[in-house]
């Protein structure tokens, strides 16, 4: 759905959908397996989790002359950014899309440059890079403001003045990101302070609801359905999420998508070489059973095979939740406060994934570079409500991803293969009672359910792309329950917290926590996406390295560093701007 969405899962035949084979593990791996004897201590920093916060971390710790190990529990590094294969066919778990890294510096596209060394390249998706479809209406955002503007304003005549200004906000929401990373980094005495300056010069709607927002510039519930219709990319609606993470996701996209070329995988291939410069390595299948204490500073972590390594700091990309009510000991985040403060925020939204594989090319099978999201009607919160409640009840957003037609390498490496994605939202309780059930033998009821979902997926496939009926060759299902298996999120949540307003509001949410020697790190310091999560490893480092030592590496990324502009093949340019 968003670059956010994580998932790996067991092969499932719906009905109706052919499955030739049975579900074999594939061999994408990115870094090197664990075993004790490949430790080469003694570690500036670990960093627990290979997600793109733990990542961007580590190699920033790398090049500022610190030996980094990274430990990732799954088979495969990168977190929500791996990349999957199976059966002939390979998928993308969550970057289905990535934004502000076209040929122009923008402030992404830098941090990817130079986290990758400049290996990684980006291909442009089509100048239409999202299709908002409420019921049988099709709304396309176009990359550009320009362009973004006129064709909405050609669906919506008497529309331009609210267009405008709805793009004006979203460009002032950014302009306070610069004083909120700010105050991450601070001491936590200064927020009150802060928090008054911000009041003082943020705008008045800063933080409210993306709909109470919308609705002060336009009373067209049309327009503002198709305005926020990228609300999977959060995982909240429009009545729930605050403006900022829609006003930040908005930005990001709106010169256009882009998709990292050879697939999702390369963006931890192409990172973790950087960590390895500084003597620092990725180990994967590495599973921490509890940070080490001494007294009340974090001195290291204990593995699951009962190994001990120890360092200066421990970086946690687990999520705030894994992290206080699993791999710290309790009586260390109750003294902290860390216990209460988690009941002040709440999982983010579950959600399935269909993965599907076509012996054709999507250029033979007509697939486009246009992310579909489709939603039965523009009232978004009577939808989700009427479907939490009961699953037979209307699917209330089907998001379609392309990810072989976004990829110019992909037929290089699977011939005659074309691959989908389908993303919809999934209530964790549905599928609870298989929790301790082993991945893969969870029974033939779990099996069935997967079955219904996909057809009904398939079946919204098939509407807006009736050539493809008929021709699927694989497909398989992941559920919450997949996430939770993989990512050890405890309610298969995507986004780690929900962004709604009350989350912007917690001030303890920063890198530096009160226990000495620990940090966080990824999508729960800032934002969710890959550049939120990006930006919140950044903060991470910088908390670590300091003013001095920190400032001259940023300096190194953002001011010195000259793109070659040679990363994306033709499209769409970014903009200098910050993005969630």
């Not at 939808?383 to 957003?397: C, G, H, Q, Y």
């Amino acid at each position: 759905m968003s670059e956010s969405t994580e998932v790996s899962a067991r092969s499932t035949a719906p009905n109706k959908a052919p499955n030739k084979e049975n579900g074999k593990p594939g061999h994408l791996r990115i870094g090197q397996r664990y075993r004790p004897g490949r430790l080469n201590g003694p570690y500036d920093a670990i960093v627990v989790g290979s997600g793109i916060g733990g990542l961007t971390t580590a190699a920033m710790l790398s090049a500022a002359g610190q030996k980094v190990l990274v430990l990732e529990q799954h088979y495969t590094a990168g977190g929500f950014t791996h990349a999957y294969d199976r059966n002939g066919y390979e998928w993308d778990v969550g970057i289905h899309y990535i934004g502000d890294v076209g040929e122009h510096p923008t402030m992404t596209r830098k941090l990817f440059d130079f986290l990758s060394g400049g290996q990684l390249k980006w291909a442009p998706m089509d100048e239409t890079y999202d299709r908002i479809c409420l019921g049988n209406e099709a709304y396309d955002l176009k990359a550009g403001r320009e362009a973004f503007v006129d064709e909405l304003a050609r669906r919506f005549p008497s529309e331009r003045p609210a267009i405008e200004a709805y793009l004006e906000r979203v460009h002032a929401v950014a302009k306070t990101m610069p004083l909120a990373a700010l105050q991450k980094l601070l001491p936590s005495w200064c927020s009150p302070i802060l928090n008054t300056v911000n009041k003082l010069r943020a705008p008045r709607y800063l933080n409210r609801t993306t709909y109470e927002v919308l609705r002060e510039l336009t009373d067209n519930e049309q327009l503002i359905a198709v305005l926020t219709g990228q609300w999977g990319d959060n995982g909240m609606t429009p009545k729930t999420g605050s403006f900022i993470i829609h006003a930040l996701i908005a930005k990001h996209y709106l010169h256009g998508g882009f998709y990292p070329v050879g697939g999702a995988s390369k963006i931890a291939e192409t990172i973790i070489p950087q960590i390895q410069k500084g003597g620092g390595e990725v180990f994967t299948y590495a599973s921490v059973d509890t940070l080490l204490l001494d007294g009340k500073k974090v001195t290291g972590v204990r593995m699951s095979d009962g190994q001990e390594i120890f360092a200066p700091a421990v970086i946690s990309n687990a999520g705030v939740f894994n992290t206080f009510e699993k791999l710290l000991p309790q009586s260390a985040s109750y003294a902290a406060g860390y216990l209460r403060q988690l009941r002040n925020v709440k999982p983010s939204m579950g959600h399935f994934c269909l993965y599907i594989g076509f012996k054709k090319t999507a250029v033979e099978l007509g697939l486009p570079k246009t992310n579909y999201w489709l939603y039965p009607s523009a009232d978004y919160e009577t939808d989700v409500s009427a479907f939490m409640a009961d699953s037979d009840a209307e699917i209330p957003l089907v998001y379609i991803s392309f990810p072989s037609a976004k990829d110019p390498t992909f037929n290089e490496r699977y011939p005659d293969r074309a691959t989908i994605e389908i993303v919809a939202p999934a209530k964790y309780e549905w599928f609870e009672q298989w929790k301790g059930e082993t991945w893969g033998k969870r029974g033939e009821e779990y099996e069935a359910i997967k079955q219904q979902f996909s057809q009904r997926l398939l079946e919204h496939l098939y509407r807006h792309f009736p050539q493809l009926r008929g021709q699927v060759d694989y497909c398989e299902l992941s559920t919450p329950l997949s996430t939770r298996y993989f990512c050890r999120y405890r309610r298969g949540e995507i986004y780690g917290l929900d962004h709604n307003p009350s989350r912007f509001e917690q001030d303890w949410l920063r890198p530096k926590t009160r226990i000495k020697g620990l940090y966080l790190t990824g999508q729960d310091i800032m934002s969710c996406g890959v550049a939120g999560a990006m930006f919140g490893g950044v903060l991470c480092a910088q908390s670590l390295l300091g003013w001095r030592k920190g400032g001259a590496l940023l300096k190194r990324i953002f001011i010195d560093q000259s793109s070659t502009g040679s990363n994306a093949n033709e499209g769409t340019a970014g903009r200098w701007q910050t993005s969630g």
